[in-house]
């Protein structure tokens, strides 16, 4: 199960790579559909993989998963935020400036903490509807994921100079 896991992530990262490599930076409109579509595709395959990583009974299934949507509509402002925060980085970087630098540093950080504070508020709940054990499967699937999404777009992304 493990190496079909890692198989899947790497697909990710790669569909990620891919996506971002192909996405026209013509208009804002544009970049916001292709930045909700990376988001959205992400969000797809993260829950597939949580899928294939868990066993629920069918009584566990019909309580957890519509938990699981509401977990990702709560990170989807939060992908969101940082897909902005990247894209107004990137816009900028020929004349960035050091508050832009720091904006855009303080973002990721903001990022960061909301996406722990979020897990550990959902790891609370989906304990209340499946073992605590499946609760932290879920939570460090969900984490793994996220990590290999940021290096992918860390990758993407110049460091400030």
């Given at each position: 199960m493990f190496k079909s896991l890692a198989l899947t992530a790497v697909a990710i990262a790669v569909f990620a790579s891919a996506s971002a490599a192909d996405a026209p930076a013509s208009t804002p409109a544009d970049n916001e559909k292709v930045m909700a579509q990376f988001r959205d595709d992400l969000q797809a395959a993260s829950a597939d993989i949580v899928a294939k990583g868990i066993t629920l009974s069918s009584d566990q299934a019909a309580k957890f998963w519509p938990l699981f949507q509401q977990y990702q509509d709560e990170q989807k402002a939060i992908i969101d935020a940082q897909l902005k925060a990247t894209q107004k980085y990137a816009d900028s970087l020929?004349?960035?400036?050091?508050?832009?630098?720091?904006?855009?540093?303080?973002?990721?950080?903001?990022?960061?903490q909301k996406i722990h504070d979020l897990r550990v508020k959902w790891l609370k709940k989906f304990q209340s509807v499946v073992p605590a054990g499946t609760a932290a499967r879920v939570i460090q699937i969900d984490r793994r994921l996220g990590i290999v999404a940021q290096i992918k777009l860390a990758q993407k992304i110049p460091l400030v100079r």
């Open positions: 020929d004349k960035l400036t050091d508050a832009d630098a720091l904006a855009y540093l303080d973002a990721l950080l903001d990022r960061d």
